[in-house]
């Protein structure tokens, strides 16, 4: 075996050793910011979907518009929805 095949030998022995090490501390780290609520990178997979499932994009963006419920807006002549300094909003069923 030549200098080179041995140096490259340890660089991966090396490397498979720095990522036994650094894979579980990656994941300790990605479980405690979950648990403190912070985001992960969770969110790339919806750019893959654009791309190779526009359907489920589709079907996830009309998921969203449906549970998102806008505030109903003010009509003309309405007498207002300031209650006792409060502003108060009634949502119909």
């Known amino acids: 075996m030549d200098a080179g095949a041995l ?16 894979i579980p501390a990656m994941i300790r780290d990605t479980r405690r910011r979950q648990a403190r609520g912070q985001g992960t990178i969770s969110g790339v997979g919806s750019g893959f979907d654009s791309v190779w499932r526009p359907s489920a994009e589709d079907a996830h963006a009309q998921w969203e518009a449906q549970i998102e419920v806008p505030a109903p807006a003010p009509t003309p002549g309405d007498k207002g929805r300031m209650q006792d300094g409060r502003i108060t909003i009634d949502v119909a069923d």
């Open 7 to 22: 140096l490259a030998a340890v660089i991966g022995v090396v490397a498979v050793i720095g990522l036994m090490i650094a």
